[in-house]
C-alpha cells in the first residue's frame, strides 16, 4: 500500500506530534507548506542537505583548528593540567550518551529550532519557549564573541605584512559583512564553502599532529597526556569546563533537519558521525601538542606562547610558508564556525516566529534562496551593536568580548542539552514508538546525569574560564543572563497559554509538512 502522501493525502499532524496538549483547544494552522512561494511563505529549502553536508556545518561549528590553536592552548595555560587530551574522549562519551536519545527523537521531531522543538514535545510549552530565549542569548553570544576572535588573529596576522594598521574591529566587519551576504544564500551553497574551508583547515590540524609525533620532544612518543593520575588532580574542573566548550556547536545538527533530504536518519547519523570525528581529532591534537612539546613543558609553553607555541612547532618542521598558511587556516577556521553558527541563530529566529513566540514576521523566508532571511538579518544587527559598544567601552577582543561570551554560550548550551537529555526521555517513554530501552531510558538518563555534573563543574570553574579571581561580579553576571533568559522565556510561555492557547499548545509542533519525512507514520 502506497504511503499517505503519495496517494495524495498528508497523514494527520497527531501521526507525527502526538495530540494536543489540552484537549479541546483548537491547535494553530500549520505552518504554510514547501510548495508556497514567494516573500512570506515561511518555508525553508526542502531536501537540499544530506548527511555530508550536516557534517560540514557541524564539525566546522566546533572548528577544530580554532580549538587546537585557542581552546587547547588555553586548556592547558590555564589550568595547568598536563592530562588534557584524556579529557577529550570523556567528554566524547558524555555526548555520545547524548546523542542516543537525541538521535532518536529526531525521528520524530523536525523543527528548525530543534532544542525548543526537543523541549516543548518533552516538557510543555513554556519550558520550550524558555529554551528557545536561552538558544538565541547563547547561539548569539558564541557567534559574536568569534567576530572578537576573528579580529584580533586577522589584526596580529595581516597588519605586519600589509604595513597596515587596521583595528580588529575593521577585520570583524569585513567578516561579518561577507557572513551577512551568505546567510541570504542558499544553505547547500553555504555548507559547499564549509566543506573547502573545513577540509582545509583539518588537513593543516593533520599536519601538526604529524610533527608532534614524528618529531617528539625527548626523542619519544610520551603517554603522560593520557595518563589518568596527571587528569583526575586539582583544576580537572575547569580542564572539563573548556573541554565541553570546544565541543560546542556539534548539536546543531537538528537544526537543519527541515533541509535534509531526509530527516529520519540524516540528523542522528550526522550527529553520531561529528561526535567520532571531532572526539579522535582533538584528543589526538591534545596529545600530539603534549608530545611535541613535552609533557613537562607543555604548559610553560602555553603560557608563555598562547596559539603562537602551534604555529612555531608548523613553522619549524615544515617551514615559514607552510606556518602563514596555517595561520591562514585558523582564520578560515574562526570564520567557518562565525557561517555556521549564524545560521542556527537564523533558524531559531525562524523556528520561534513561524509559531509566533516572537512576531511572526521574523519566519519570512527568501522566495529564491529559501533562507531564513529575517533571523539572519537580525542576528547581523545584534552583532554590530554588541561590537561597537565592546570598540567604544575599548575592551579586549579576546580577553573580554570571546572569553565572556564563549562561556556564557558554554553555559547556555550545556543547559540546553541538559533540559533536551531530560525531554527525550520523557518524550520516547510516554509515545512508546518502537525505541528499545537503553535509546529511551538508560542513555538519556545517563546523559543528563552526567550533563548536570558538566554544568555544575563549569559554573564552579568560572574564574579559570573567565581569568578573573573567584568573586568576580562576571560569575555572577553571565550565568544570571542565562538564567534570566530562561526565566523570561518561561513567564512568556505560561503568559501565552493564558492569553493565546491556540499558540501555546502549537510551540514546538511548527515543523514542515508530514510528506518529508519519509513515511506515513512513525
Keep these: 500500500m502506497q504511503p499517505e502522501y503519495q496517494q495524495g493525502l498528508s497523514p494527520s ?19 504554510a507548506s514547501s510548495t508556497e512561494s514567494g516573500f512570506g511563505a515561511n518555508a525553508l529549502g526542502r531536501g537540499r542537505l544530506g548527511v555530508g553536508s550536516l557534517i560540514f556545518f557541524t564539525v566546522s561549528a566546533s572548528a577544530p583548528m580554532t580549538v587546537l590553536a585557542g581552546g587547547v592552548t588555553t586548556t592547558f595555560a590555564v589550568t595547568g593540567v598536563i592530562g588534557v587530551p ?14 542516543v536519545g537525541y538521535a532518536a527523537m529526531s525521528r520524530h521531531v523536525v523543527n528548525a529550532g530543534v532544542f525548543y522543538a526537543y523541549i516543548s514535545q518533552g516538557l510543555g510549552g513554556a519550558w520550550g519557549t524558555a529554551a528557545s530565549f536561552v538558544a538565541l542569548v547563547s547561539y548569539n553570544a558564541i557567534q559574536i564573541g568569534l567576530y572578537g576572535l576573528f579580529g584580533a588573529v586577522a589584526a596580529q596576522f595581516i597588519n605586519p605584512k600589509a604595513g597596515v594598521s587596521w583595528s580588529w574591529v575593521a577585520y570583524a566587519f569585513i567578516a561579518m559583512a561577507v557572513v551577512a551576504v551568505l546567510g541570504l544564500l542558499k544553505v547547500d551553497l553555504n555548507a559547499k564553502l564549509l566543506a573547502v574551508l573545513l577540509v582545509a583547515e583539518v588537513i593543516a590540524v593533520v599536519l601538526f599532529d604529524a610533527a608532534g609525533f614524528v618529531h617528539p620532544a ?11 593520575h596527571n587528569l583526575f588532580i586539582s583544576g580537572i574542573g575547569g580542564v572539563f569546563a573548556f573541554t565541553i566548550a570546544a565541543y560546542i556547536g556539534f548539536e546543531s545538527a537538528g537544526d537543519y533537519a527541515e533541509e535534509a533530504k531526509d ?8 550527529l553520531a558521525a561529528t561526535v567520532v ?6 584528543t589526538v591534537s591534545a596529545w600530539a601538542l603534549s608530545v611535541g612539546v613535552g609533557a613537562t613543558q607543555v604548559v610553560g609553553a602555553t603560557q608563555q606562547q598562547g596559539p603562537g607555541v602551534i604555529f612555531g612547532l608548523i613553522t619549524q618542521h615544515y617551514g615559514t610558508t607552510v606556518g602563514d598558511i596555517a595561520n591562514v587556516l585558523l582564520m578560515t577556521s574562526v570564520f567557518a564556525a562565525l557561517l555556521s553558527f549564524h545560521n542556527t541563530v537564523a533558524r531559531y529566529v525562524f523556528a520561534a516566529g513561524r509559531e509566533r513566540v516572537l512576531p511572526r514576521f521574523m519566519a519570512h523566508t527568501s522566495a529564491t534562496t529559501k533562507s531564513p532571511f529575517v533571523g539572519s538579518l537580525s542576528q547581523t544587527i545584534c552583532a554590530v ?23 556564557l554560550a558554554a553555559l547556555g548550551v550545556l543547559l ?18 518502537g525505541e528499545n530501552v537503553w535509546q529511551r531510558t538508560i542513555a538519556p538518563t545517563l546523559a543528563a546525569i552526567c550533563l548536570a555534573g558538566v554544568t555544575y563543574v563549569t559554573a564552579a570553574n568560572a574564574n579559570a574560564l573567565l581569568g578573573t579571581e573567584k568573586g568576580s561580579n562576571l560569575q555572577y553576571i553571565l550565568p544570571g543572563i542565562v538564567v534570566g533568559a530562561a526565566l523570561v522565556g518561561v513567564l512568556w510561555g505560561l ?16 515543523g514542515p509538512s508530514e510528506q518529508l519525512l519519509g513515511g506515513d507514520t512513525y
Design 13 to 31: 499532524r497527531e501521526s507525527i506530534y502526538g495530540p494536543p496538549r489540552q484537549a479541546g483547544r483548537a491547535m494553530a494552522p500549520p505552518p
Design 416 to 433: 540546553l542539552m541538559l533540559g533536551t537529555a531530560v525531554a527525550n526521555g520523557v518524550f520516547l517513554n510516554r509515545r512508546g514508538s
Design 263 to 270: 530527516p529520519r536518519r540524516t540528523v542522528g547519523r550526522s
Design 86 to 99: 584524556l579529557a577529550f574522549p570523556i567528554i566524547a562519551v558524555v555526548l555520545g550518551l547524548f546523542a
Design 277 to 282: 570525528i571531532t572526539g579522535v581529532l582533538y
Design 385 to 407: 551593536v554588541v561590537i561597537v559598544v565592546f570598540s567604544l567601552k575599548h575592551q579586549d577582543p579576546v580577553a573580554s568580548l570571546f572569553t565572556w561570551f564563549s562561556y
Design 495 to 510: 503568559t501565552l497559554r493564558s492569553s493565546k492557547p491556540d499558540v501555546y499548545d502549537a510551540i514546538g509542533r511548527g
Design 218 to 228: 625527548g626523542g619519544s612518543v610520551s603517554i603522560a597526556g593520557l595518563n589518568p
